[in-house]
């Protein structure tokens, strides 16, 4: 026998690598097909869970069928046995409120929310409503529609009509809320929620709510606005008081801060609503109230007649672009005393001047009249009066009753008690002796 010599196999590689290609293209494919084969199983998945449940009354009929043959390849006529099934129905409901806040006017009359029912069930149902308001006194509901149609005064009324307005499997109804806002709510909120629940299966409920927060229009009035005509002395440390009314004019409950200034510089301010400096603040003024703001204040030490004006300016602690200012002016007043002094003969009555003559021995009655020509009245009002060595002292006598005289020799004192109104006049006598 002949041997022949061994011969090793080769494959191109060229060949060979289209080989590879096409068993990993084989691979790849079938990989990506499975990924495919996957996500359409979830689409479907998802659709069929995306469509409405099958109908209340549905009848389902399930047929199979048998093929069969004998052993000589003899066919016969195929058999069938079939079962059905009846669906039931399945409570479903779902409330949509048709706006997450409402912002109504105060007060407000015939605004309106709307709440969508829909029936997510597989047969007809109807609804019952419940309603809560979360904080009361801001609105009162006076009516409803359904479907835009006649109004319904009450809630029990509202329940009656959904009992005869069926709503089949996957179809809603529209109920329209109208209510009121009080007067003095804004920017206080409350929450309407409606609550549908199956008529035939009631522990299926569904709620959907809006909050309602009525605009806040802020609103403020200081008083006075001037025509005070303060006349005040210089305090000396004695404080004023003056007291302003912040008012809350607005649609709600609002604080105000509190400024309080003058323009000249008799006023010093001590303090504003019984804090220290010039300003302050006050809370929860109700709408249509007013706050007494009390603002102390010293007079410096200034001239008779000078002015000055104190004011007060509330700054609305919801809008800050909402002030007034109210004011008072301000007059400093002194009291200003004159003396004048008149000699007379011991009658009271005749005038002597400088070129009349007066005896050694005679007796003569010198006048001293106090007046005050100042804007307020003048207290301890005291008068002094050294007599001349050529004088003897005799008596004093008063115009009337207020005055006491006191000292010794030729130094003689009067005191006036109580006060010297402004625009007064008072005066005593003191009778003396020429020497």
């Known amino acids: ?83 059905a099934v009846t669906v039931g ?19 407000a009359t015939g605004a309106t929310l709307s709440f969508k029912v ?14 809560s308001i979360s904080v009361g006194g801001i609105i009162s509901v006076t009516g409803y529609q359904i479907n835009g149609g006649s109004s319904i005064a009450t809630l029990a009324l509202l329940n009656t009509a959904l009992n005869a307005t069926p709503i089949a499997g996957g179809d809603s109804i529209t109920i329209t809320v109208t209510y009121n806002v009080a007067s003095g709510k804004g920017g206080l909120s409350t929450i309407l929620q409606l609550t549908a629940a199956s008529h035939r299966v009631p522990a299926t409920t569904d709620a959907g709510q809006t909050t309602i ?23 000396n440390g004695v404080q004023y008081t003056f007291t302003f009314y912040v008012k809350n004019n607005g649609t709600g409950t609002d604080g105000f801060n509190l400024v309080a200034s003058k323009t000249g510089t008799a006023i010093a301010i001590y303090s504003v609503n ?38 007060l300016t509330a ?43 007066v005896l050694p021995g005679q007796f003569i009655q010198y006048k001293i009249t ?28 008063a115009d009337a009753a207020g005055w006491t005289f006191t000292g010794s020799g030729n130094t003689r004192a009067a005191d006036l008690g109580g006060t010297l109104a402004a625009s007064g006049t008072r005066y005593f006598w003191i009778r003396v002796q020429v020497k």
Do not use: W
Not at 316 to 329: H, L, R
């Open 1 to 83: 026998m002949r041997t022949m010599p061994h011969v090793r196999s080769r494959v191109p590689s060229r060949v060979a690598a289209s080989t590879e290609e096409q068993v990993s293209g084989v691979r790849v494919t079938r990989f990506g097909l499975a990924m495919c084969l996957g996500a359409l199983l979830m689409c479907v998945a998802s659709r069929a869970a995306a469509q409405s449940p099958t109908p209340e009354g549905t009848v389902i009929t399930n047929t199979a069928t048998v093929t069969f043959s004998d052993a000589n390849g003899n066919s016969y006529t195929p058999v069938t046995g079939s079962v």
């Open 89 to 107: 129905f399945v409570s479903g409901i779902d409330v949509i409120a048709g706006a997450a806040t409402a912002t109504p006017a105060s007060p």
């Open 118 to 131: 829909k029936n997510t069930g597989n047969g007809v149902d109807t609804a019952t409503i419940s309603q």
């Open 213 to 235: 927060t009525p605009a806040l229009n802020s609103g403020v009035i200081v008083t006075p606005d001037g025509a005070q005509n303060l006349q005040k002395v210089p305090s």
């Open 274 to 311: 019984s804090t220290l400096g010039t300003s302050s603040s006050v809370s929860n003024v109700a709408t249509g109230d007013s706050a007494a703001i009390a603002v102390v204040y010293t007079i410096a030490d200034v001239p008779n007649g000078t002015v000055d004006t104190l004011r």
């Open 315 to 357: 700054t609305s602690q919801f809008n800050s672009g909402v002030s007034d200012m109210g004011f008072a002016d301000l007059t400093v007043i002194r009291p200003i005393i004159a003396v004048t002094k008149a000699a007379y003969l011991d009658n009271q009555a005749t005038l002597l001047t400088v070129s009349d003559r």
């Open 370 to 397: 106090v007046t005050n020509s100042g804007g307020t009245s003048a207290t301890n009002v005291h008068v002094d009066d050294i007599l001349p060595a050529a004088l003897t002292y005799d008596t004093m006598t």
